[in-house]
């Protein structure tokens, strides 16, 4: 019984006790609505946080681990803004697939619910061609399931290319965001170039391919629109001419129409979910394919030719018939370098011959060439030329990337490399990179290296900010702090010659041969 008829009988009546009581029902109803609502939403925020929770570690782990996030950098296979996909395209998609699943379940209880009814009021369509007598038990629910199938294969035949609109759009949206990120991050040598006109025709152009994009899915969706609408008018108008066969023969009362037309639309929009909700599917495709191809670059090792192993030797042995770069164009071929323990090495050479590569190969980062490099089991650093400044204090900044060292030991080390000024300044939260000279952050990367104490010491024009008295002087503070430790040295000074034992001149390949190898 309808409880809400029940309590209009009662005021109609003017029962006061069974109003009472059927109010009393109605409110039981009601906290019992109110608690299922609740608990629904809660559960779904809770299953929301723990999915994406799970989601932004997997990918978080999988882009860091075997230096997943350098190497799809090189590759420039597609995998375009990763730090979107991680960020926004994992919450988009669990939003949708929650919405879409909730609403698909709830459109399969309605259609169990209500085919029934349709199948018993639809009773049986006889008609005659020729000398045959057809007959079609629940003719009604048969027309249903055509109107639906029919109506969700055109939605996709409309709206085909709306999968790749949306995927196009997170993309363009994802590069406009990177450009404002990347003039942020520049604004000082921006100002000094005086780029701004540059700069902003950069913004306008991926902005204006934003808005390209964004007319394309408007016209598709003009499309989807009108077909939308016919398909939602013509339903008003179809169950009318399904029913007029068995209406005009007096099969079925008035009553029995209204009632198998009631059901017709319900049964009709339960199997019409694919119609309803295709521009959300076309989004949650977008997203989803997006976050596939982000999983199985991540998962794709590219095999390399260039082996990297360890050995028990305190030596680096590099023997490669061939160096690369990405594109396929030849650094180097038949590279047979060794280098010794306690034998402090400069590599010099003309600019673009492929110096800093042969560090990012000794590192293991470089995967373009043949043959085999052999490192030691012991410990390593690297220090680039801009070195990596990460954002919080300047104690996360001078410790990184160890963590829980001593304020005695990074005091110290500050005062080693002539950063004294520094030391009260040690728990300040800045954006070190934009506070710090290039010089005084190649002088933090030096007081790493007295921190860490590696090895082998590894040094890509790390002091090419320095004046020669101050880079002499960390170098001597460096030989003198850490005896066990070998320099590898990337530079172009004459001065550094005089502060190592060795030097490897690379010469690379002539001109010729680079073209002919490209």
């Known amino acids: 019984k309808n409880i809400i008829v029940d309590i209009f009988t009662a005021l109609q009546e003017f029962d006061l006790n069974a109003f009472l009581s059927y109010l009393g029902i109605f409110s039981l109803y009601a906290c019992l609505a109110?608690?299922?609502?609740?608990?629904?939403?809660?559960?779904?925020?809770?299953?929301?946080?723990?999915?994406?929770?799970?989601?932004?570690?997997?990918f978080v782990h999988h882009w860091i681990a075997n230096k997943r996030y350098y190497s799809l950098q090189l590759e420039g296979n597609g995998t375009d803004n990763p730090d979107q996909r991680i960020a926004e395209d994992t919450?988009?998609?669990?939003?949708?697939?929650?919405?879409?699943?909730?609403?698909?379940?709830?459109?399969?209880?309605?259609?169990?619910?209500?085919?029934?009814?349709?199948?018993?009021?639809?009773?049986?369509?006889?008609?005659?061609?020729?000398?045959?007598?057809?007959?079609?038990?629940?003719?009604?629910?048969?027309?249903?399931?055509?109107?639906?199938?029919?109506?969700?294969?055109?939605?996709?035949?409309?709206g085909r290319n709306l999968i790749q609109l949306n995927y196009e759009n997170e993309k363009r949206e994802a590069n406009y965001r990177y450009s404002l990120v990347r003039f942020r991050e520049n604004v000082e040598g921006i100002a000094l170039y005086k780029g701004e006109n540059q700069e902003k025709s950069i913004l306008k152009s991926r902005f204006g391919s934003i808005l390209e994009n964004y007319y394309n899915i408007i016209r598709r969706m003009i499309i989807m629109n009108s077909w939308k609408s016919f398909y939602d008018q013509f339903l008003h108008m179809f169950p009318y001419l399904l029913i007029a066969p068995r209406y005009f023969i007096k099969a079925m009362t008035l009553g029995d129409v209204?009632?198998?037309?009631?059901a017709f639309r319900q049964v009709t929009f339960s199997l019409s979910f694919i119609v309803e909700n295709f521009?959300?599917?076309?989004?949650?495709?977008?997203?989803?394919?997006?976050?596939?191809?982000?999983?199985?670059?991540?998962?794709?090792?590219?095999?390399?030719?260039?082996?990297?192993?360890?050995?028990?030797v305190e030596k680096i042995h590099l023997n490669c018939s061939e160096i690369s770069l990405p594109h396929a164009a030849v650094l180097h071929q038949d590279l047979d370098i060794t280098f010794h323990k306690g034998e402090h090495a400069l590599i010099t050479g003309p600019t673009g011959v492929g110096k800093s590569t042969l560090a990012r190969v000794i590192a293991g980062l470089w995967p373009y060439g043949k043959g085999s490099v052999k490192v030691p089991t012991s410990s390593f650093l690297f220090l680039p030329q801009k070195p990596y400044m990460p954002l919080g204090t300047l104690k996360e900044v001078l410790q990184y990337p160890n963590k829980n060292v001593t304020d005695d030991k990074l005091l110290n080390a500050l005062d080693a490399v002539d950063l004294s000024a520094f030391e009260s300044r040690l728990n300040e939260v800045n954006d070190w990179a934009r506070v710090l000279s290039l010089g005084e952050q190649q002088r933090i990367a030096i007081a790493r290296a007295l921190i860490t104490k590696p090895h082998w010491l590894v040094m890509d024009e790390a002091t090419s900010a320095m004046d020669e008295i101050s880079e002499g002087h960390l170098y001597r503070l460096l030989k003198e702090r850490l005896p066990e430790a070998t320099l590898i040295t990337i530079g172009h000074r004459e001065s550094l010659k005089a502060l190592h034992i060795r030097e490897i001149?690379?010469?690379?390949?002539?001109?010729?041969?680079?073209?002919?190898?490209a």
């Open 91 to 158: 919450g988009g998609f669990i939003d949708k697939t929650l919405s879409l699943t909730l609403g698909l379940f709830q459109q399969i209880v309605m259609l169990g619910s209500f085919l029934g009814i349709l199948w018993s009021l639809s009773g049986t369509l006889s008609f005659s061609l020729g000398n045959y007598t057809f007959s079609i038990p629940g003719y009604m629910c048969w027309g249903a399931f055509l109107y639906a199938t029919i109506g969700s294969f055109l939605s996709f035949y409309f």
């Open 279 to 312: 521009k959300t599917i076309a989004s949650w495709r977008a997203t989803t394919n997006r976050l596939l191809e982000f999983k199985m670059n991540l998962d794709t090792v590219p095999p390399t030719l260039l082996a990297h192993t360890t050995h028990d």
């Open 34 to 58: 109110i608690a299922c609502f609740t608990t629904k939403n809660y559960l779904l925020q809770r299953l929301d946080i723990r999915w994406r929770k799970w989601m932004n570690e997997y």
């Open 258 to 262: 209204t009632q198998t037309m009631g």
């Open 505 to 517: 001149r690379l010469e690379g390949l002539d001109k010729s041969e680079k073209l002919a190898a």
